[in-house]
């Protein structure tokens, strides 16, 4: 035993002396590094508040800086257009905006009036043109607060019924109406897809950006340095990094225990937000809006039974390429799926992430699996199924971030007031 202990410890330093391969390994090790203090000085702390204490010690300044085409701004003046294809350009999916009537002295909390976000663009532009249902005539009254930019979820909810059929023609009608080419962006500024721009500082903490991105919903966070900003932290580029630690005694703790060993999935099978392959495609987009999610299940008549995904990175198709859908007669999910497929596959453009496939795990897979294949693939979600092919639930990067440290007690006091929402469960 005495033998089989001196190997583990050879082992260990022998770990320890090797190289990161990554800048993100480095940053693993700075988190191994607080973990073995705390272990050393006897700290008698759960996992959990372990993992927490070392990701408030570790300043974002520390986080690997993602590449320049990345860290995009957009200004207030652009018109919704030319928004869309910056972002396409660039294959992100939002970007803070710059008030183009911001005095030169502006701090950056005066800078910058939100972040656009493609599929806020396209959710925005959809509505325009929706085809009404019979039970939601559109008024011109209503028509007109939108196009000053007047909509929220209150005001202009679409209601419980189904989206209406679209004609594959209607997505190329969209691009070439004025309200597309002339609308600014600012115009659209505190509509229902609108985000805030909220922004960190370089010796804000790790945990704190864990939380945004987790329990806050915030899908990226700018990090803003003298006055501009210098990185933008994203819930893929975290899980990047979890990737890289793998190997890492902190990181093994907590990656070898199953799905079910951490709560996965969060929603009960019955809760799934999905939608059938034979309706509407702007049923799912409304869905995603409704429920502010990134993406949901296409099934089968069944309902149990997921054939594909769609998610918000979609979306930008119905804009981007509208001739996809040009021949339909009218655009189901399962429709759209098969011809964004085969669109990308004849511009030689499929990837992981762009191919609408859905990957799909069990209860019983390991969170390190999990997030190897997320990172992999690129991708933003995985489906909990059965033996039987049946979808028991959904596992996001939020999920998972979830899962890595929680909040303290009174962590932001009135930090969000009047900026976010705070989650039900909040105990700020």
């Given at each position: 035993?005495?033998t089989l202990q001196?190997?583990r410890v050879v082992?260990e330093?022998?770990?320890?002396?090797?190289?990161?391969?990554?800048?993100e390994?480095?940053?693993?090790?700075k988190?191994e590094?607080?973990?073995?203090g705390?272990?050393q000085?006897g700290?008698k702390?759960?996992?959990?508040?372990?993992?927490n204490?070392c990701f408030?010690?570790?300043p974002l300044s520390?986080f690997?800086?993602?590449?320049?085409s990345?860290?995009?701004e957009?200004?207030?003046?652009?018109s919704?257009a030319?928004a869309v294809?910056v972002?396409?350009?660039h294959?992100?999916?939002?970007?803070?905006v710059?008030?183009?009537?911001a005095?030169?002295?502006?701090?950056?909390?005066?800078?910058?009036?939100?972040?656009?976000?493609?599929?806020?663009i396209v959710?925005w532009i959809l509505?325009?043109?929706?085809?009404?249902?019979?039970r939601?005539?559109?008024?011109?009254?209503t028509?007109?607060?939108?196009l000053?930019?007047?909509?929220?979820?209150?005001g202009?909810?679409?209601?419980?019924e189904?989206?209406a059929a679209t004609?594959?023609s209607?997505?190329?009608?969209?691009?070439?109406?004025?309200i597309y080419?002339?609308?600014?962006?600012r115009?659209?500024s505190?509509?229902f897809r609108w985000?805030?721009f909220?922004?960190?500082?370089k010796?804000?903490?790790f945990?704190?950006?864990?939380?945004?991105?987790s329990?806050?919903?915030?899908?990226?966070i700018?990090?803003?340095?003298?006055?501009?900003?210098?990185?933008?932290?994203?819930?893929s580029?975290?899980?990047?990094?979890l990737?890289?630690?793998?190997g890492?005694q902190w990181f093994?703790?907590?990656?070898?225990k199953t799905?079910?060993?951490?709560g996965?999935?969060l929603m009960?099978?019955?809760?799934?937000?999905?939608?059938?392959e034979?309706?509407p495609?702007?049923?799912?987009f409304?869905?995603m809006r409704?429920?502010?999610?990134?993406?949901?299940?296409?099934?089968d008549a069944?309902?149990k039974?997921a054939?594909g995904?769609?998610?918000?990175?979609?979306?930008c198709?119905?804009?981007?390429?509208?001739?996809?859908?040009?021949d339909?007669?009218?655009?189901?999910?399962?429709?759209?799926?098969?011809?964004?497929?085969?669109?990308?596959?004849?511009n030689h453009?499929?990837?992981?992430h762009?191919?609408?496939?859905m990957?799909?795990c069990?209860?019983?897979n390991?969170m390190e699996e999990?997030i190897?294949?997320?990172d992999?693939?690129?991708?933003?979600?995985?489906?909990?199924v059965?033996?039987e092919?049946n979808l028991?639930g959904?596992i996001?990067?939020?999920d998972i971030i979830?899962?890595?440290?929680?909040?303290?007690?009174?962590?932001?006091?009135?930090?969000?007031d009047?900026?976010?929402p705070s989650?039900?469960?909040?105990?700020?």
């Amino acid at each position: 035993m005495a033998t089989l202990q001196a190997m583990r410890v050879v082992k260990e330093e022998e770990r320890r002396c090797q190289s990161p391969r990554s800048p993100e390994g480095r940053l693993g090790m700075k988190v191994e590094n607080l973990w073995d203090g705390f272990h050393q000085q006897g700290t008698k702390l759960a996992p959990i508040e372990k993992l927490n204490a070392c990701f408030e010690g570790i300043p974002l300044s520390a986080f690997p800086t993602c590449p320049s085409s990345q860290v995009i701004e957009i200004r207030s003046d652009t018109s919704l257009a030319e928004a869309v294809r910056v972002l396409s350009e660039h294959r992100i999916l939002g970007a803070p905006v710059f008030d183009v009537d911001a005095p030169e002295d502006a701090n950056w909390m005066e800078k910058y009036i939100g972040v656009v976000e493609f599929a806020g663009i396209v959710v925005w532009i959809l509505y325009q043109f929706e085809p009404p249902s019979s039970r939601s005539p559109k008024t011109g009254a209503t028509f007109a607060l939108a196009l000053n930019g007047v909509t929220s979820a209150v005001g202009l909810d679409l209601g419980p019924e189904p989206a209406a059929a679209t004609p594959g023609s209607f997505f190329e009608a969209l691009i070439t109406s004025e309200i597309y080419r002339s609308t600014k962006v600012r115009e659209i500024s505190g509509s229902f897809r609108w985000a805030p721009f909220l922004a960190l500082q370089k010796e804000d903490s790790f945990l704190t950006m864990l939380l945004l991105l987790s329990k806050y919903k915030m899908k990226s966070i700018p990090i803003v340095d003298e006055g501009k900003i210098d990185n933008i932290i994203t819930q893929s580029s975290v899980i990047h990094m979890l990737a890289e630690c793998a190997g890492l005694q902190w990181f093994e703790d907590w990656g070898m225990k199953t799905l079910s060993q951490l709560g996965l999935p969060l929603m009960a099978t019955d809760k799934i937000i999905k939608v059938y392959e034979d309706e509407p495609v702007l049923q799912a987009f409304k869905l995603m809006r409704k429920e502010r999610i990134g993406g949901i299940p296409i099934v089968d008549a069944s309902g149990k039974k997921a054939v594909g995904n769609i998610s918000l990175r979609d979306i930008c198709f119905l804009l981007t390429a509208p001739e996809i859908y040009h021949d339909y007669r009218f655009v189901t999910a399962k429709g759209f799926v098969m011809a964004t497929k085969d669109y990308l596959e004849k511009n030689h453009e499929v990837t992981a992430h762009t191919m609408c496939n859905m990957v799909t795990c069990k209860k019983d897979n390991m969170m390190e699996e999990l997030i190897v294949i997320l990172d992999s693939k690129m991708i933003h979600r995985l489906y909990v199924v059965d033996d039987e092919g049946n979808l028991e639930g959904v596992i996001t990067l939020r999920d998972i971030i979830s899962k890595l440290v929680h909040e303290p007690r009174g962590y932001f006091g009135d930090f969000f007031d009047g900026v976010l929402p705070s989650p039900p469960n909040s105990r700020v």
